[in-house]
Structures are given as C-alpha cells and as structure tokens.
Nanobody, 115 residues
Framework: QVQFVESGGGLVQPGGSLRLSCAAS????????MRWYRQAPGKQREWVAD???????NYADSVKGRFTISRDNAKNTVYLQMNILKTEDTAVYYC?????????WGQGIQVTVSS
C-alpha cells in the first residue's frame, strides 16, 4: 500500500523556519488535493493549508503570511515552508492527499517551537 511520509520537522526557536515535506512511498495516480493539518497536545486537529492540482492555495488565518504550501506533482510531494515560527505552532503535523480513488494520511511529524 502507498504511504505518505513526512520529513523536515524538529526543534526550532521562535522566529525560525522549517520546511516540511510529505512524499509518497511509490508512484500513484494523480493527486488532486493536498493538505496539511496539525494537532497540538490536548487540542483538536486543525486544518493548516491546502493546494489544488492546479496550484491554488488556501491557508488558515493563524498561519497566513508565514506559511507557504507547495507541491511537486511529478513527485507526488507536498511541502510546507514555515517561517517566523511561533510557540503556538508547536504540534504534530500531518499531510493528507486525495486522489480519485483513495485518501492518504501521513503518520505525522513533530514540530516544536521553543526558546
């Protein structure tokens, strides 16, 4: 079964940057919509950003202007560039991808923003 695997997380100081990647373990059919979610301890999972097959993007108000979602269709990969990180960005980040036949979730990757 195809899996999506996140990478690029870790520990960063407030104001710093991280770039998350989420890539398919093998080639799959066209992904029409890719999204990033996050879940902080004790909180519900929240939507962060998404990007369509054509490149249209949407962002949660909490990250707008700081985060940028992008994708490489040939590689079935979605990215999340996170700048000016805040402590409240600390969470496990999950990627989500939708093809015409399946819905995929990554296992999550930890992002910790701390002084």
């Amino acid at each position: 079964q195809v899996q999506f695997v996140e990478s690029g997380g870790g520990l960063v100081q407030p104001g710093g940057s991280l770039r998350l990647s989420c890539a398919a373990s093998k080639s799959i059919n066209t992904i029409y919509l890719m999204r990033w979610y996050r879940q902080a301890p004790g909180k519900q999972r929240e939507w962060v950003a998404d990007i369509t097959n054509s490149g249209t993007t949407n962002y949660a108000d909490s990250v707008k202007g700081r985060f940028t979602i992008s994708r490489d269709n040939a590689k079935n990969t979605v990215y999340l560039q996170m700048n000016i990180l805040k402590t409240e960005d600390t969470a496990v980040y999950y990627c989500n991808a939708n093809s015409i036949t399946a819905n995929y979730w990554g296992q999550g990757i930890q992002v910790t923003v701390s002084s």
